[in-house]
């Protein structure tokens, strides 16, 4: 999934839609969100491997680029050494999310994805509006998001606390 997705940002770099791309208004949100993902603090794997896996999944057609399916992208990885060496950064952070800071990392990246879906679809016609996960977010990832993410690269994005904001635990033993 991860792969598909860099893959999809490679082909816009590839057939050079970011220039055209940042003339419009979404364009430029897009752009600005790229930005986020690929910065220090928020990506995942660092960006020549992310890079380098989204290229992976990339195949070139006559006329356009488009990415690989699974299958192709599972025997690649288990017959190439190349593929799998630019795949072990990503394979590792998987390894490792039973780390608080690793699948923090992991989950924030995700509220990312999750607000460019919300905010370059708001009427959610092509995709599903579904739920933040806000709970399983540490204090530490929420002021990160609050302050850095949507403080710093993403101050457009509506309704922030959607991604961020902990729901306030029930009273036991009802209401007085």
């Given at each position: 999934?991860?792969?598909?997705?860099?893959?999809?940002?490679?082909?816009?770099?590839?057939?050079?839609?970011?220039?055209?791309?940042?003339?419009?208004?979404?364009?430029?949100?897009?752009?600005?969100?790229?930005?986020?993902?690929?910065?220090?603090?928020?990506?995942?794997?660092?960006?020549?491997?992310?890079?380098?896996?989204?290229?992976?999944?990339?195949?070139g057609a006559p006329d356009y680029r488009r990415t690989i399916g699974y299958i192709e992208f599972v025997r690649s990885v288990e017959t190439?050494?190349?593929?799998?060496?630019?795949?072990?950064?990503?394979?590792?952070?998987?390894?490792?999310?039973?780390?608080?800071?690793?699948?923090?990392?992991?989950?924030?990246?995700?509220?990312?994805?999750?607000?460019?879906?919300?905010?370059?679809?708001?009427?959610?016609?092509?995709?599903?509006?579904?739920?933040?996960?806000?709970?399983?977010?540490?204090?530490?990832?929420?002021?990160?998001?609050?302050?850095?993410?949507?403080?710093?690269?993403?101050?457009?994005?509506?309704?922030?606390?959607?991604?961020?904001?902990?729901?306030?635990?029930?009273?036991?033993?009802?209401?007085?």
């Open positions: 999934m991860f792969g598909r997705f860099w893959a999809q940002i490679e082909i816009i770099r590839q057939e050079g839609l970011t220039v055209a791309i940042t003339k419009d208004k979404r364009g430029a949100k897009l752009q600005n969100f790229l930005a986020c993902l690929e910065s220090r603090r928020v990506r995942i794997v660092d960006r020549t491997s992310q890079r380098a896996i989204g290229e992976l999944l990339v195949k190439g050494e190349d593929a799998r060496r630019w795949v072990e950064p990503l394979a590792t952070v998987f390894r490792r999310t039973h780390h608080t800071a690793d699948r923090q990392r992991l989950l924030q990246y995700g509220v990312v994805v999750h607000a460019l879906i919300d905010t370059l679809d708001p009427t959610h016609a092509v995709t599903s509006d579904r739920p933040s996960y806000p709970n399983k977010l540490t204090e530490r990832t929420r002021k990160d998001l609050r302050f850095r993410v949507f403080g710093v690269y993403l101050k457009f994005v509506p309704r922030k606390e959607k991604y961020q904001l902990k729901n306030k635990p029930k009273r036991k033993g009802g209401a007085k």
